[in-house]
């Protein structure tokens, strides 16, 4: 039900965003043909997929697009089909099914599917259309970045084309069905919309907070990695949107704990007595049902389009700063691609933005 109605605000929001004059875009040949590559090779990952799936696999690398977790993935979107709308991503449950609250995806593909065709290939092109969609969107969002702070014809717009839209080894997810096909897209998005709501449109910001409700849904731990970027731009968010960051942030705590269980915390033991950290839990679960809404309610209020400005653009040492911890951190504690991968594209947007920043804080601010 909570992605539906995600659904419903983002289709309702987007137009808003998108097609007001004053963040309308043209179009040039350039933008016709790197979308028509995206579409290419979006086309071609979708036959090459096939073609695995239906030779058994070809090595570890390549298994085939439904194996281990992506089978589950299938199976829950066949069975949400009955009613998509009964389903709680919120919790995990549809009916007498009851799992942890990782059931974006299959509830995403589930409303979408109107015809509740339950063939396999025709779900994983619907997979695939979703993220080619999203794509096309981190571009839409990139080319008003770019615009901007005037790289849009530049060597710098190619290697953001190539981070936020078109990444080589999105690719290869993409050859799987699995949530990552999806919320990476998100993770990236997010992070374009958030720096426009402070250097364009508030606008921005409402689709800012849906995309934040998607990955929540989806992998609530990669909204820490949001998190972690937006604080970098503390300095150029308001005081609402600091609030709004630190809503989400609770709901990420609790939907972690439903997640991954309270243990996840063990860690932190040091500095905090772990039942303490329970008994916040406990206090806040009944209660993000309405936590939800309160944040889709927010996000209303930020599409009467308030135009965005600010001085204050981080620096290239914070970037690298904060690139080299996050590095360091990849290095010493991951063990899981799965885990690595998200850090690791965190951290080629903190070092293109590093590279950026100069040239932003000379010609923008």
Request: charged letters at 15%; proline letters at 2%.
């Given at each position: 039900?909570?992605?539906?109605?995600?659904?419903?605000?983002?289709?309702?929001?987007?137009?808003?965003?998108?097609?007001?004059?004053?963040?309308?875009?043209?179009?040039?040949?350039?933008?016709?043909?790197?979308?028509?590559?995206?579409?290419?090779?979006?086309?071609?990952?979708?036959?090459?997929?096939?073609?695995?799936?239906?030779?058994?696999?070809?090595?570890?690398?390549?298994?085939?697009?439904?194996?281990?977790?992506?089978?589950?993935?299938?199976?829950?979107?066949?069975?949400?089909?009955?009613?998509?709308?009964?389903?709680?991503?919120?919790?995990?449950?549809?009916?007498?099914?009851?799992?942890?609250?990782?059931?974006?995806?299959?509830?995403?593909?589930?409303?979408?599917?109107?015809?509740?065709?339950?063939?396999?290939?025709?779900?994983?092109?619907?997979?695939?259309?979703?993220?080619?969609?999203?794509?096309?969107?981190?571009?839409?969002?990139?080319?008003?970045?770019?615009?901007?702070?005037?790289?849009?014809?530049?060597?710098?717009?190619?290697?953001?084309?190539?981070?936020?839209?078109?990444?080589?080894?999105?690719?290869?997810?993409?050859?799987?069905?699995?949530?990552?096909?999806?919320?990476?897209?998100?993770?990236?998005?997010?992070?374009?919309?958030?720096?426009?709501?402070?250097?364009?449109?508030?606008?921005?910001?409402?689709?800012?907070?849906?995309?934040?409700?998607?990955?929540?849904?989806?992998?609530?731990?990669?909204?820490?990695?949001?998190?972690?970027?937006?604080?970098?731009?503390?300095?150029?968010?308001?005081?609402?949107?600091?609030?709004?960051?630190?809503?989400?942030?609770?709901?990420?705590?609790?939907?972690?704990?439903?997640?991954?269980?309270?243990?996840?915390?063990?860690?932190?033991?040091?500095?905090?007595?772990?039942?303490?950290?329970?008994?916040?839990?406990?206090?806040?679960?009944?209660?993000?049902?309405?936590?939800?809404?309160?944040?889709?309610?927010?996000?209303?209020?930020?599409?009467?389009?308030?135009?965005?400005?600010?001085?204050?653009?981080?620096?290239?040492?914070?970037?690298?700063?904060?690139?080299?911890?996050?590095?360091?951190?990849?290095?010493?504690?991951?063990?899981?691609?799965?885990?690595?991968?998200?850090?690791?594209l965190m951290s080629l947007v903190l070092l293109f933005f590093a590279f950026i920043s100069k040239k932003i804080k000379k010609d923008f601010i």
């Amino acid at each position: 039900m909570f992605i539906f109605i995600t659904l419903i605000a983002l289709f309702f929001l987007l137009p808003l965003s998108l097609l007001s004059k004053t963040t309308r875009l043209s179009v040039s040949r350039i933008d016709v043909f790197l979308l028509n590559l995206l579409l290419f090779l979006f086309v071609f990952i979708f036959i090459f997929s096939i073609f695995v799936d239906l030779q058994g696999g070809i090595n570890d690398y390549f298994p085939g697009i439904f194996i281990n977790d992506a089978h589950r993935y299938l199976l829950e979107t066949r069975l949400f089909l009955a009613n998509p709308l009964e389903v709680n991503e919120l919790i995990g449950s549809y009916r007498d099914y009851n799992v942890t609250p990782k059931m974006g995806l299959s509830s995403l593909l589930a409303n979408l599917n109107i015809f509740k065709v339950k063939d396999k290939y025709f779900i994983y092109a619907e997979l695939l259309c979703v993220s080619f969609l999203l794509c096309c969107l981190n571009y839409m969002f990139l080319k008003k970045l770019a615009t901007i702070f005037n790289f849009n014809n530049s060597w710098r717009f190619v290697i953001a084309f190539s981070i936020f839209v078109c990444f080589p080894l999105e690719f290869y997810w993409k050859t799987r069905f699995l949530r990552e096909v999806i919320v990476h897209t998100l993770l990236l998005g997010s992070i374009l919309l958030l720096i426009l709501s402070c250097y364009s449109n508030e606008r921005f910001f409402s689709i800012f907070i849906l995309y934040c409700l998607f990955i929540l849904m989806f992998r609530a731990q990669l909204f820490l990695l949001v998190f972690l970027f937006a604080m970098i731009f503390y300095k150029a968010l308001d005081k609402k949107k600091m609030i709004i960051l630190l809503s989400i942030s609770l709901f990420t705590f609790v939907q972690i704990i439903l997640a991954s269980g309270v243990s996840i915390f063990k860690p932190l033991l040091i500095f905090v007595d772990l039942t303490l950290i329970y008994s916040i839990f406990e206090f806040l679960e009944d209660k993000v049902s309405i936590l939800y809404f309160v944040l889709v309610f927010c996000s209303l209020l930020f599409s009467r389009g308030k135009r965005a400005y600010n001085s204050y653009f981080p620096s290239f040492k914070l970037f690298i700063t904060i690139f080299i911890s996050i590095f360091t951190f990849i290095l010493m504690t991951m063990d899981s691609i799965r885990f690595f991968y998200p850090v690791m594209l965190m951290s080629l947007v903190l070092l293109f933005f590093a590279f950026i920043s100069k040239k932003i804080k000379k010609d923008f601010i």
